[in-house]
């Protein structure tokens, strides 16, 4: 089995900043690509950024420049840092990874989501 626990969401200020976390644990034999997703009620789930195993990083533009992902592969851990954070980025945060399991099977397998609400 395997599991992806979140962590660090909450309220924030207008212009505040937060750092979500997601550990990756169970029966895993190499983690490949890691993302965060968001999604508000009534809208598709869009994707925020994210990084391959070597850590080249892919980040949308609307929060190009406020955040930043990173991974720690030692700790089976993906990074969400959020700067300057606005009243349009409240949304339920979603961890998500592409791995192999030591029985070698790729799946790809999400949290269950923290809540990030920007508001003053």
């Known amino acids: 089995q395997v599991q992806l626990v979140e962590s660090g969401g909450g309220l924030v200020q207008p212009g505040g900043s937060l750092r979500l976390s997601c550990a990756a644990s169970?029966?895993?034999?190499?983690?490949?690509?890691m993302a965060w997703y968001r999604q508000v009620p009534g809208k598709q789930r869009e994707l925020v950024a994210q990084i391959t195993r070597s850590g080249s990083t892919n980040t949308a533009d609307s929060v190009k420049g406020r955040f930043t992902i990173s991974r720690d592969n030692s700790k089976n851990t993906v990074y969400l840092q959020m700067n300057s954070l606005k009243p349009e980025d409240t949304a339920v945060y979603y961890c998500?990874?592409?791995?192999?399991?030591?029985?070698?099977?790729?799946?790809?397998?999400w949290g269950q989501g923290t809540q990030v609400t920007v508001s003053s």
């Open positions: 998500n990874a592409d791995i192999i399991s030591t029985r070698h099977r790729s799946g790809d397998y």
């Open positions: 169970g029966s895993i034999f190499r983690i490949n690509d």
